[in-house]
């Protein structure tokens, strides 16, 4: 069956670094991955998606990298400041799965100051 | 715009009642989707409804009954509540199936 991995243990950073999250699929080939954030008491907000077509997308601090050879997305966080501090969620989207996305556990990002 | 909205925000109820979850969108989105999340589990999907008049089940449907009322409102309800109902309860939105979905503030339900 298709499944979603993201690190399952919280990462800690010091501020000024970068954070770097990992997401791996197995099981199917998705078209395209989105990567949303979420804070604690509200829904996810999206961040980026990228095709898989394409090996990296950046937004400001942001950086997604897709490698579809090793079934894995990596995303990063730039210069990380504390407001970077939530739960990251990958969602890889499959066609054959009606058209729905399949999301990861999310990972827990902690930056400090 | 205000996006995605969800009432209520909060809501406890006793074993055996019922209750409906609201939800709107005003992005003109055709695809629509409610969400339970617990800790450790992630976000499960209980149903969607792909445009206006179609509904199916996700993964975790039982228990909970949709209802598509037009393209704006998709509401979800829980017949006869169960403490293991208990979770944050959220609405998205989409244009279409697998775009970025658009979330809305959640509803945390307590069933005592």
């Known amino acids: 069956s298709q499944k979603i991995e993201q690190n399952s243990e919280a990462l800690n950073i010091q501020e000024g670094k970068t954070a770097t999250l990992t997401c791996n699929y197995t099981?199917?080939?998705?078209?395209?991955l989105q990567w949303y954030r979420q804070d604690p008491g509200r829904g996810p907000v999206f961040l980026l998606l990228?095709?898989?077509n394409e090996k990296e997308k950046r937004k400001e601090r942001l950086k997604v990298t897709f490698d579809t050879t090793l079934k894995q997305s990596l995303f990063h966080i730039t210069a990380s400041q504390p407001a970077d501090s939530a739960t990251y969620l990958c969602?890889?989207?499959?066609?054959?799965?009606?058209?729905?996305?399949?999301w990861g556990l999310g990972t827990s990002l902690a930056v400090n100051p | 715009n205000a996006g995605v909205t969800q009432t209520p925000k909060f809501q406890v109820l006793k074993t055996g009642q019922s209750m409906t979850l609201q939800c709107a969108q005003d992005?003109?989105?055709?695809?629509m989707y409610w969400y339970r999340q617990d800790p450790g589990m992630g976000l499960r999907l209980i149903y969607y409804?792909?445009?206006?008049?179609?509904?199916d089940k996700g993964e975790v449907p039982n228990g909970y009954n949709v209802s598509r009322l037009n393209k704006r409102e998709f509401s979800l309800r829980l017949e006869s509540a169960a403490p293991s109902q208990t979770s944050v309860y959220f609405c998205?939105?989409?244009?279409?199936?697998?775009?970025?979905?658009?979330f809305g503030p959640g509803t945390r339900l307590t069933v005592l």
């Open positions: 969602a890889p989207y499959n066609a054959g799965n009606n058209r729905k996305l399949i």
């Open positions: 099981n199917y080939s998705p078209a395209y």
């Open positions: 409804s792909a445009s206006e008049g179609t509904t």
């Open positions: 990228i095709r898989e």
């Open positions: 998205a939105s989409s244009e279409q199936g697998g775009d970025t979905q658009y």
């Open positions: 992005m003109n989105h055709n695809s």
